[in-house]
C-alpha cells in the first residue's frame, strides 16, 4: 500500500550504511559525542512528532517525560540495578505518569492542551531542582554507570565502556523505535490518529473513540520520551534539572518542526542537522538562537511541512510535471 | 499578625503586576484569538528598554518608562504584522508555534544585548514607611497605585472613546465589524500595541524592586496564560481579579507553606481547574 520508489528505499539503505560505519571516520571524540547526542535527540523528538504531528495534539510536557526517564535511571542505577532492568522500568513510568497526566488534560482542547501539558513540565522543572533527597536538586545527579557488558553465548561479553559502544546502542534504540513508529502510523490505529488529527468531530461521528486514541498515542510517545531519557541519563553520566527543562522541550520542538512534522524521517533529520548546524556556528554564540527563533517563526508561517515536507512537495511537483510532459508528447504523437 | 499583612501587602503589590500583565494578554488572546505565548518576553524586553533610558541614555525614571511604552507599543505591531497576522487563518497550533519562536528570539535579543547576569534599575523611590508594622516602600506603593490608574484608564478608553469601543466590536463579532467598516487589520494592531505597551508598564514598575534577567519572563508569561485562561479569555474583570487572587495565592503559600514550591501553586490550580472543566472557568465553547 505504501511501497516506496526504488532509489528512496537506495538514499535510506546509504544512509544506514554510513551510521553503520560511523564510528570509523569521525575520529573527533567531540563530534562524536555529539553524532551520539542527536541519536538520542531523534528518538525523542520522534515520539514527539507521534503526538503533536501525526496526533495533532501539541503537548509541551515532552521535556520533562524525557526527564522522568533520565531520572529514572539514574536514581535506579544508583541504587544497584542493572542498567537493563532500569532503562525499560523508566520508561514504562514515563508511560504511567503520561497516562495519569493524559487523562485530565487531554479533555482539553487546542492551545489549553498545550499550555496545561506545559505547566505539568514546569512543575516537574520546579520538583526536580527543590526535591533534594531524591533528585539532588540543582546539582543533580553525578557518576551514573554505565550499563553492564552484554553477555552473547559462544562469544563472551560485549563491553559497554567505549563511546562506540554508546553510540551503537543510541543507534539501535533509534531504529527500533522507527520500525515500530512505522508499524504504528502505517496501520488501522495509525490511520484513526491521522483522522483525530483532521477533523476530531468527523473522526467521532465515524466511530473513532478520539479520546482513547489521543490517551494511547500520548502514552506511546511519553514511553519514548522516557527511553531517551534513559539512555540520555547513561551516555552523559549525570542528569540535572535542565534535562527535564522547558527549554528541552523547546529544542524538540526545533527538531520537529524544522525537520518536518507528520513524517517519519522529519524528526530524525531536524534532529541531526540542528545540533549540527549549532556546532558550525559556535563562532556566533549567543546570535545563534535569534536565529533559530527567526528561522522557527519563518518556517512556521512558510514552509510549516519543514525540511522533509517540502522535499516531498517538490518531489511531487516535479513527478506532476513529468507526467504532464509524457501525457503532452503523447497527445503530439497521434 | 504582622507577618500576615506583610505577606498580604506583598501579595497585592505582585498581584498588580500580574493584573496589568494578564490585561494585556487577555486582549489578544481573548479578542483576537491569539495565542500570545511571547507576552511575558516582550514584558521582559520592556524592563530592558527602561534600563536602557535610565543607564546608558542617563533619562529620569518616568520619561524612561513612557519611552519603553512607546518602543514596546511598537514592537507589538511589528509581532502582529510579521508573525501572526501571515498565520491568520492556519491551524490555531501554529500560531503557538510561531510565538514560541519569538519567545526564543527576544529572550536571544536580550542575552546578546546585555548579557546574562541581572542588572538593576537605581531605585527612583527608596523611600521606606512602616505602617502598623508592615514595611511598605514608596516604590511598592507605586506599583500597587499605578495598577490601579492603569486599569481605570484602560478601563476609560475602551468604554468611552470610539478607538476602545471598535475593539469591543471586533471581539463581539470580527465579520459584523468589517461589515460596519471597521478596519479589523487596523485594531488587531492597535490592541498589540497597547498589549505590549501596558507590559512594559508592570516592567518598568518592578524593575526597580527586583533583577533585571533575560530568562524573567518565561515564568511571569506563563502565570499571565494561567490568569487568563482561568479568568475567561478576553475577560477584562476575569484577568484583573484572577491577577491579584494569584499574587495572594502565592505571597501567603510562599510565606506559610514552601517558598521554593510558591511558582507550583499557580500553575497545579491551572492543571486541576482545566482537567475539571476543559475550557476554563468563565470560558465560552472555543471553536
Known amino acids: ?334 | 499578625m504582622e507577618l500576615f499583612l506583610q505577606q498580604v501587602f506583598n501579595g497585592v503589590m505582585f498581584g498588580s503586576t500580574y493584573a496589568i500583565v494578564a490585561l494585556g494578554l487577555t486582549l489578544v488572546m481573548g479578542i483576537l484569538n491569539i495565542p500570545n505565548f511571547a507576552h511575558g518576553h516582550l514584558y521582559m524586553i520592556g524592563g530592558y528598554i527602561t534600563f536602557f533610558f535610565m543607564t546608558s541614555v542617563g533619562l529620569a525614571y518616568w520619561f524612561a518608562l513612557l519611552l519603553s511604552v512607546a518602543a514596546l507599543g511598537v514592537l507589538g505591531v511589528l509581532m502582529e504584522r510579521f508573525v501572526y497576522r501571515p498565520l491568520n487563518d492556519q491551524p490555531h497550533i501554529n500560531a503557538f508555534i510561531a510565538a514560541i519562536g519569538s519567545l526564543l528570539f527576544l529572550e536571544a535579543l536580550a542575552l546578546v544585548v546585555w548579557g546574562s547576569q541581572g542588572l538593576r534599575i537605581p531605585n527612583p523611590h527608596p523611600q521606606i514607611f512602616e505602617v502598623g508594622g508592615i514595611t511598605m516602600s514608596l516604590q511598592r506603593l507605586l506599583v500597587i497605585f499605578g495598577a490601579v490608574g492603569l486599569i481605570t484608564a484602560l478601563h476609560l478608553f475602551m468604554k468611552k472613546t470610539i478607538a476602545g469601543t471598535t475593539i469591543e466590536a471586533v471581539a463581539q463579532n470580527r465579520e459584523g465589524a468589517m461589515l460596519t467598516g471597521i478596519n479589523v487589520n487596523r485594531v488587531s494592531a492597535m490592541t498589540f500595541a497597547i498589549s505590549a505597551g501596558t507590559a512594559a508598564v508592570a516592567a518598568s514598575f518592578l524593575t526597580p524592586i527586583f533583577m533585571l534577567s533575560p530568562s524573567m519572563g518565561a515564568i511571569l508569561g506563563m502565570k499571565a496564560f494561567v490568569i487568563v485562561i482561568l479568568g475567561g479569555m478576553g475577560s477584562i474583570p476575569g484577568a484583573i481579579l484572577g491577577g491579584y487572587i494569584l499574587g495572594l495565592i502565592e505571597a501567603l503559600g510562599g510565606g506559610y507553606i514552601s517558598a521554593a514550591y510558591k511558582d507550583v501553586f499557580a500553575f497545579g490550580a491551572l492543571v486541576l481547574i482545566l482537567s475539571i472543566k476543559p475550557t476554563g472557568i468563565f470560558g465560552r465553547k472555543e471553536d
Request: overall charge positive.
Open chain 1, 1 to 334: 500500500m505504501f511501497t516506496k520508489p526504488i532509489h528512496t528505499k537506495l538514499l535510506y539503505l546509504v544512509i544506514l550504511a554510513a551510521a553503520l560505519f560511523l564510528p570509523l571516520y569521525v575520529p573527533d571524540p567531540y563530534i562524536f559525542q555529539i553524532v551520539t547526542m542527536s541519536l538520542l535527540f531523534a528518538i525523542a523528538t520522534s515520539g514527539m512528532n507521534l503526538i503533536i504531528g501525526i496526533t495533532g495534539q501539541a503537548s509541551l510536557a515532552h521535556g520533562a517525560f524525557f526527564g522522568i526517564g533520565a531520572y529514572g535511571v539514574a536514581i535506579m542505577t544508583k541504587a544497584g540495578i542493572t542498567f537493563w532492568l532500569a532503562l525499560p522500568a523508566s520508561a514504562l513510568i514515563a508511560a504511567f505518569a503520561g497516562l495519569l497526566v493524559g487523562l485530565p488534560t487531554l479533555r482539553t482542547r487546542g492551545s489549553y492542551f498545550a499550555i496545561t501539558t506545559l505547566c505539568f513540565g514546569v512543575i516537574l522543572w520546579i520538583v526536580a531542582g527543590n526535591w533534594i533527597d531524591l533528585t539532588g536538586g540543582h546539582n543533580g545527579i553525578f557518576g551514573i554507570p554505565r550499563p553492564s557488558a552484554i553477555p552473547v553465548p559462544f562469544y563472551g561479553e560485549i563491553p559497554l565502556y567505549s563511546q562506540a559502544a554508546m553510540y551503537f546502542l543510541a543507534l539501535g534504540f533509534l531504529l527500533l523505535t522507527l520500525f515500530a513508529l512505522y508499524r504504528l502510523v502505517y496501520s488501522i490505529f495509525g490511520l484513526s490518529l491521522m483522522a483525530v488529527r483532521n477533523n476530531e468531530p468527523l473522526a467521532d461521528s465515524v466511530g473513532v473513540n478520539t479520546f482513547v486514541t489521543k490517551l494511547v498515542s500520548f502514552v506511546i510517545a511519553n514511553f519514548i520520551a522516557g527511553l531517551a531519557g534513559g539512555l540520555y541519563a547513561c551516555i552523559i553520566g549525570a542528569v540535572s534539572p535542565s534535562a527535564a527543562g522547558y527549554m528541552m522541550t523547546f529544542n524538540f520542538l526545533i527538531f520537529l518542526i524544522l525537520g518536518g512534522m507528520a513524517t517519519l524521517p522529519g524528526p530524525v533529520v531536524g534532529a541531526f542537522a540542528i545540533p549540527v548546524i549549532m556546532e558550525f556556528l559556535q563562532f556566533m554564540g549567543d546570535y545563534r538562537m535569534l536565529f533559530f527563533g527567526a528561522l522557527l517563526v519563518v518556517v512556521i508561517i512558510y514552509f510549516p511541512q519543514g525540511f522533509v515536507g517540502g522535499l516531498r512537495l517538490l518531489n511531487q511537483k516535479v513527478v506532476a510535471r513529468r507526467q504532464r510532459k509524457i501525457s503532452e508528447s503523447g497527445h503530439a504523437s497521434r
